[in-house]
């Protein structure tokens, strides 16, 4: 390429190339196809995607596990608008996104042409950044500010809308020469951190509370770090997970999250002082988990916490998180070691007793708790479990332990069903070499798995379980006690074997718990996808909503 662009795609993608991407997740059509004729000549990786909603979620995967904005591009009209559940879950679970969409020539935004649509509209109110590229001259700066909205504070989507009239026109610009710069947050105020500093001191029971951004590299050494000053107890949110390392497990209490019913809510119970670092409400309804409560609550996050009657911080230390935390350590005297307190040795005695029944679980189908078991002895510290949305994820989430953040990847403010099979594929090319399992339920299997051919032709070594019962189960499970029986939740059988033999995939089958383990030792030993069909005894899942706030439904 020469130093000046020739088109308005071709500095897009040069744009692009300076923001350090590296792949784009793509479905082309008509009016972006000028954009994927310049990939071409680009050192970016395009990879084919089978709907536009799994390119957006493949993109958020590679968001949430490098920190940096993944990248998808679609074409107009329906392109964009099978984005919104993708860009929605990512801009709401804190994961970097820059999606690029097709758009009718300007000429034409104001009639109803073929394919015509208001994408910005549509798309501001699920991102934190839409706009439309109209000048070829304003290619650089539009794309500059889509990854600075994704990338900088509490990350998110962004979307930017492209004109096919100004990607195939002039654009005689220099690309840029440098990635935008990421603005630095903040120092803590040196007052406010001997002032939490002293609240710690103080309380009988502190709790420290990791939320989604906990899971941020610097920010989860940084936890640890002040852990081992002063063990505190702690818990964490679905997204926390992976945070608090061995080493630290006598501090853990286990995962909270939707129901008020775990070992960790009765230490967030009793808690006189709670700490949040990287929490959004929306993780965990603080409703449900703080209704009422009068004890202080200090907030760690790079924004301030957002208004809610039942989160309300005593103190706000708002900036580089990482920073506050290391602040506060130098402040504890460290003296004290919380992790004898009655109620932590409780929680953490339950959570145990729990995982130790599953281990003796025998007979098919298999309960949760015994393929729990066997997945937490196979997988090494650096695989990468991923879990999509139901009754399976509320299993994973409370009772698989990760020690890495960003290894255990669920999505918990949308709930999205559909998530693993695309996060699989995308965690395969960000983490090639490691093991990667990927697992759903029967239900929200299909919502994604055209995608197998996909990741047949990209030749992505993972296993992929799906759990097996018949049904919506999640919501089985919530119509029952409201109404003395369920309906629409019913589905028909599929044979799962053959459905990855189809695609090119290896099919395998697991039909009892002594099977779990050899099985899927042969899977992790085969090349390529291998789709593991397991069949689950949901018989226990009336416990996973007991004790329920009346208010919170899924």
């Known amino acids: 390429m020469n130093d000046v662009a020739s088109s308005g795609a071709e500095l897009l993608v040069r744009c692009l190339e300076t923001q350090g991407v590296e792949r784009l997740f793509c479905i082309p059509g008509a009016k972006v196809d000028k954009v994927v004729d310049c990939l071409v000549d680009s050192t970016i990786e395009t990879i084919v995607c089978r709907h536009e909603q799994n390119a957006a979620?493949?993109?958020?995967?590679?968001?949430?596990?490098?920190?940096?904005?993944?990248?998808?591009?679609?074409?107009?009209?329906?392109?964009?608008?099978?984005?919104?559940?993708?860009?929605?879950?990512?801009?709401y679970e804190g994961d970097p996104v820059v999606a690029l969409g097709g758009?009718?020539?300007?000429?034409?935004?104001?009639?109803?042409?073929?394919?015509?649509?208001?994408?910005?509209?549509?798309?501001?109110?699920?991102?934190?950044?839409?706009?439309?590229?109209?000048?070829?001259?304003?290619?650089?700066?539009?794309?500059?500010?889509?990854?600075?909205?994704?990338?900088?504070?509490?990350?998110?989507?962004?979307?930017?809308?492209?004109p096919k009239d100004v990607m195939e026109g002039p654009a005689p610009f220099a690309s840029p020469s440098r990635t935008v710069n990421v603005a630095r947050l903040g120092s803590p105020d040196a007052d406010d951190l001997r002032e939490v500093a002293a609240l710690i001191e103080q309380a009988e029971v502190p709790v420290l509370f990791l939320g989604m951004l906990a899971t941020e590299p610097r920010v989860a050494e940084a936890v640890r770090e002040l852990l081992r000053k002063t063990a505190m107890p702690v818990i964490c949110t679905y997204q926390g997970a992976g945070v608090v390392p061995r080493d630290l497990l006598p501090c853990f209490a286990g995962r909270v999250g939707l129901s008020r019913n775990q070992p960790g809510d009765q230490l967030l119970d009793a808690a006189d002082l709670v700490l949040t670092v990287g929490f959004d409400p929306i993780e965990y309804d603080p409703g449900v988990w703080n209704r009422g409560k009068s004890r202080p609550i200090v907030h760690f996050d790079k924004v301030p916490?957002?208004?809610?009657?039942?989160?309300?911080?005593?103190?706000?230390?708002?900036?580089?998180?990482?920073?506050?935390?290391?602040?506060?350590?130098?402040?504890?005297?460290?003296?004290?070691?919380?992790?004898?307190?009655?109620?932590?040795?409780?929680?953490?005695?339950?959570?145990?007793?729990?995982?130790?029944?599953?281990?003796?679980?025998?007979?098919?189908p298999i309960h949760p708790l015994r393929l729990i078991h066997e997945i937490q002895q196979m997988m090494g510290d650096e695989g990468t479990v991923i879990c999509d949305v139901g009754s399976i994820y509320m299993w994973m989430s409370r009772y698989y332990f990760a020690f890495n953040p960003r290894h255990f990847l669920t999505s918990n403010g949308q709930q999205t069903l559909g998530?693993?099979?695309?996060?699989?594929?995308?965690?395969?090319?960000?983490?090639?070499?490691?093991?990667?399992?990927?697992?759903?339920?029967?239900?929200?299997?299909?919502?994604?798995?055209?995608?197998?051919?996909?990741?047949?032709?990209?030749?992505?070594?993972f296993v992929h379980l799906v759990?097996?019962?018949?049904?919506?189960?999640?919501?089985?499970?919530?119509?029952?006690?409201?109404?003395?029986?369920?309906?629409?939740?019913?589905?028909?059988?599929?044979?799962?074997?053959?459905?990855?033999?189809?695609?090119?995939?290896?099919?395998?089958?697991?039909?009892?718990?002594?099977?779990?383990?050899?099985?899927?030792?042969?899977?992790?030993?085969?090349?390529?996808?291998v789709l593991v069909e397991i069949p689950i005894d949901y018989r226990d899942n009336p416990t996973l909503f007991e004790s329920v706030h009346p208010d919170i439904g899924h």
């Open 305 to 364: 916490a957002e208004t809610d009657a039942d989160y309300w911080p005593m103190i706000e230390l708002v900036g580089e998180t990482a920073s506050a935390l290391t602040g506060l350590a130098s402040c504890l005297a460290g003296d004290r070691n919380f992790s004898r307190l009655p109620q932590l040795v409780a929680a953490r005695g339950e959570l145990a007793a729990r995982k130790e029944l599953g281990a003796k679980y025998d007979g098919s």
């Open 467 to 529: 759990w097996v019962d018949g049904s919506y189960d999640m919501v089985k499970i919530q119509q029952e006690p409201k109404y003395g029986r369920s309906h629409a939740v019913e589905l028909g059988p599929v044979d799962h074997v053959r459905y990855a033999e189809a695609f090119g995939a290896t099919g395998l089958r697991i039909a009892n718990p002594s099977d779990i383990r050899p099985t899927l030792v042969k899977a992790f030993g085969i090349g390529g996808p």
């Open 419 to 461: 998530v693993a099979l695309p996060w699989a594929i995308a965690t395969c090319l960000v983490r090639p070499g490691t093991p990667i399992l990927s697992m759903s339920g029967d239900g929200g299997f299909l919502f994604s798995a055209q995608e197998l051919e996909t990741a047949v032709r990209l030749k992505a070594n």
């Open 57 to 91: 979620l493949m993109a958020q995967a590679t968001g949430r596990l490098t920190g940096k904005a993944g990248v998808c591009l679609v074409t107009s009209g329906p392109g964009c608008t099978n984005l919104t559940t993708g860009l929605a879950t990512a801009d």
């Open 103 to 162: 758009s009718v020539p300007l000429a034409d935004r104001l009639k109803l042409s073929h394919q015509s649509l208001d994408a910005v509209s549509l798309f501001r109110p699920i991102t934190k950044f839409a706009a439309e590229v109209t000048t070829g001259h304003g290619v650089t700066e539009a794309v500059a500010s889509a990854f600075r909205g994704a990338e900088q504070g509490r990350p998110g989507a962004a979307f930017l809308a492209l």
